[in-house]
């Protein structure tokens, strides 16, 4: 049973109040609950708690490293994902590990059910099924939350993490009504509530693919894509579940069906002008898909399940908000799907964000203090852009309530610090989605070594419990023991060791080491096993030589990277003070005076990355610090 000395939740008196239940949700309120606050846990159905209202599945390229770290941090949604998955695959696995990516086929209400237990299980929080209308601040800071019922509720620090529910419509074809998702009501009240706190409102748009019966597909028409025979998960906690594993498919569509999208664009609400939401760019509709790359003649369709208890199947890269009817025609051209029967139509959600720039890297407000925000609400698409802001969102907000330092990510640090980075200097017109493209030092920041780089953070948070961090520790002990091993035993050529690299194409002419021989391509640490019985012998675990593998093989790609690092952080100590007047700079642009005006980095490596802003305004900056002669604002 709860139990709580003061009572004070029978007062409606808690620390932190987050907004919402989805992924971002989750994560903010188990981490605020883990870090020892009271949580009101606000949502607009509990039934639908974590829910994977688009695609069942966790992972894929950058997003499997944000999932890896989110768990090395001391975060869930590893956990539930290893814990309900129908299907891991290892992405570009015969690619560098730098782009190779993790991804989880989920049985949707099994994930659901596992994180909600999660939550009730948490004696810290306390979960309500209610809309929040209205938010209560008090000399710009906050103070609480009102909800439809006109009950208020005191906290010292609120986490919005609303999806895509604020003021959300969704549109199948030329009609529309108000809903955050198929079935869900939206969130109203709260975007005017923002607005009066000085917040700035904007639009965007997302969609989701139909629906079908499983039983009215013929699978025989249609390429297997089966799971891995090796396993790998997401969390760096041992004794994961061993899970049957259940197949996807591939089907391509045709000249007919884009025939019928062509036929019919006159009836998307898209092309009509009604939504004016700008869509996800890297996961277009498939009516965008066949308008923009008109001179493809088909596109991969993937048929994914959503789970173990149901006979809906996903059928992924066919979002649409075309008509209902239009849908079956274009579902009925593709092979397997010529009987399909569609359970829930494809439909578009155009809803209110809050563009990042008006947060701080903790996802502060720099309008009103103890307001955070995390997930969709700053302008990404993703469970796992969402998941990862709402950790650092929810461990933040307890730090604000202690007055203890605030948590924020470098670039060169992780994923989650490029991705939040990226939205708090920039403007993101587009839903951001995390890719590797967009890190720098996407070679030093893989999934693989998540841990290693960000489990000493979760640790001193208080996240990452003592036994696991002895684990981890015990690991990187293991880690580098085996790779000074590696660095000082020599080999002797010998008939017996050539005739076992003769079969993978290589030979010994003289003695070397053993690190000396792994960096060759056609080596691996398997092939020193066969060939050392000292290395046999010790038996390493998988996740201790793969680690000895990759440090030894790309030595030289990740020294070249950690030089970049170095010379990037020069430009990180230059720190800017909070009350420059950047109006009254000689010597750079008005529109870069009020990009920096509206961004206010805090280093000159952060006004760096602000669209605009050149190389030669930084300079202009730095000679400024050097001097100490930045006009100052009044405090």
């Known amino acids: 049973m709860y139990y709580n000395e003061n009572m004070d939740y029978l007062k409606n008196k808690y620390d932190v109040i987050v907004v919402g239940a989805g992924h971002a949700g989750c994560e903010a309120a188990?981490?605020?609950?883990?870090?020892?606050?009271?949580?009101?846990?606000?949502?607009?159905?509990?039934?639908?708690?974590?829910?994977?209202?688009?695609?069942?599945?966790?992972?894929?390229?950058?997003?499997?490293?944000?999932?890896?770290?989110?768990?090395?941090?001391?975060?869930?949604m590893g956990e539930a994902a290893d814990a309900t998955y129908l299907q891991m695959k290892m992405l570009n696995s015969s690619k560098g590990p730098a782009v190779q990516a993790l991804r989880a086929q989920s049985d949707k209400k099994?994930?659901?059910?596992?994180?909600?237990?999660?939550?009730?299980?948490?004696?810290?929080?306390?979960?309500?099924?209610?809309?929040?209308?209205?938010?209560?601040?008090?000399?710009?800071?906050?103070?609480?939350?009102i909800d439809e019922f006109g009950i208020e509720y005191s906290a010292q620090a609120v986490?919005?993490?609303?999806?895509?529910?604020?003021?959300?419509?969704?549109?199948?074809?030329?009609?529309?009504?108000?809903?955050g998702r198929l079935g869900e009501a939206a969130a109203v009240g709260l975007s005017e509530s923002l607005m009066?706190?000085?917040?700035?409102?904007?639009?965007?748009?997302?969609?989701?693919?139909?629906?079908?019966?499983?039983?009215?597909?013929?699978?025989?028409?249609?390429?297997?894509q089966p799971g891995d025979e090796v396993l790998n998960f997401y969390s760096f906690k041992p004794d994961r579940p061993i899970r049957k594993q259940y197949p996807c498919y591939l089907t391509r569509t045709n000249e007919e069906t884009h025939k019928i999208i062509k036929a019919n664009l006159d009836k998307s609400p898209m092309y009509r002008g009604l939504i004016h939401g700008v869509g996800p760019r890297y996961c277009p509709s498939i009516e965008d898909k066949v308008v923009r790359f008109s001179e493809n003649p088909s596109h991969?369709?993937?048929?994914?399940?959503?789970?173990?208890?149901?006979?809906?199947?996903?059928?992924?890269?066919?979002?649409?908000?075309?008509?209902?009817?239009?849908?079956?025609?274009?579902?009925?051209?593709?092979?397997?799907?010529?009987?399909?029967?569609?359970?829930?139509?494809?439909?578009?959600?155009?809803?209110?964000?809050?563009?990042?720039v008006q947060t701080t890297h903790s996802l502060m407000s720099k309008n009103v203090q103890g307001l955070f925000f995390g997930g969709q609400i700053n302008g990404t698409s993703g469970y796992e852009e969402a998941a990862a802001q709402g950790l650092i969102a929810g461990i933040n907000a307890v730090n604000y309530i202690n007055h203890s330092e605030m948590l924020e990510l470098s670039r060169s640090s992780s994923y989650i610090g490029t991705l939040i980075d990226d939205l708090v200097t920039k403007d993101i017109d587009d839903p951001y989605r995390m890719l590797t493209s967009r890190s720098e030092y996407r070679l030093l920041l893989r999934q693989d070594n998540a841990d290693a780089r960000l489990t000493p953070t979760g640790h001193k948070v208080g996240l990452v419990d003592d036994t696991q961090y002895q684990r981890f520790?015990?690991?990187?002990?293991?880690?580098?023991?085996?790779?000074?091993?590696?660095?000082?035993?020599?080999?002797?050529?010998?008939?017996?060791?050539?005739?076992i690299l003769s079969k993978y194409g290589e030979h010994l002419e003289r003695g070397c080491k053993l690190a000396e021989?792994?960096?060759?391509?056609?080596?691996?640490?398997k092939v020193l096993q066969e060939i050392d019985p000292e290395t046999k012998d010790l038996n390493i675990r998988r996740d201790v030589y793969e680690q000895v593998e990759i440090l030894t093989k790309y030595e030289g790609y990740l020294k070249r990277q950690e030089l970049q690092v170095n010379q990037a952080g020069k430009l990180e100590k230059f720190k800017i003070p909070d009350n420059i007047d950047y109006m009254h700079i000689d010597h750079i642009s008005s529109e870069t005076k009020e990009k920096l005006n509206k961004i206010r980095p805090k280093t000159l490596a952060q006004a760096s990355r602000i669209g605009g802003v050149k190389p030669a305004d930084i300079s202009v900056l730095m000679v400024l610090l050097d001097k100490h002669t930045f006009a100052r604002t009044e405090n």
């Not at 883990?34 to 994977?52: C, E, F, H, P, Y």
């Not at 849908?327 to 964000?353: F, R, S, W």
């Open 30 to 76: 188990i981490a605020c609950a883990r870090m020892g606050a009271k949580v009101l846990l606000s949502t607009l159905n509990i039934d639908n708690i974590a829910l994977q209202p688009c695609n069942p599945a966790i992972g894929g390229p950058a997003k499997s490293t944000l999932v890896r770290e989110i768990d090395a941090l001391g975060g869930v």
């Open 110 to 145: 099994e994930y659901s059910n596992y994180m909600r237990h999660l939550i009730e299980s948490n004696e810290n929080i306390f979960l309500r099924q209610a809309c929040i209308t209205d938010l209560i601040a008090k000399d710009g800071r906050i103070t609480g939350a």
């Open 159 to 179: 986490v919005l993490t609303t999806g895509t529910s604020l003021n959300g419509r969704i549109f199948v074809g030329l009609k529309s009504y108000s809903a």
């Open 300 to 356: 991969h369709i993937f048929i994914e399940p959503e789970g173990l208890g149901t006979y809906e199947v996903y059928i992924q890269g066919f979002s649409s908000s075309l008509p209902a009817d239009v849908q079956v025609q274009m579902l009925h051209t593709l092979p397997g799907l010529e009987k399909a029967h569609i359970i829930k139509p494809a439909y578009a959600v155009e809803y209110d964000y809050v563009p990042a």
């Open 473 to 499: 520790l015990d690991k990187q002990d293991a880690i580098a023991r085996e790779h000074q091993r590696l660095l000082e035993t020599k080999l002797s050529p010998s008939q017996e060791v050539n005739e």
């Open 517 to 525: 021989l792994l960096k060759r391509p056609n080596i691996s640490y």
């Open 196 to 224: 009066k706190l000085g917040i700035n409102i904007k639009k965007l748009k997302t969609g989701t693919p139909p629906r079908v019966d499983k039983r009215t597909i013929d699978y025989s028409q249609m390429k297997i």
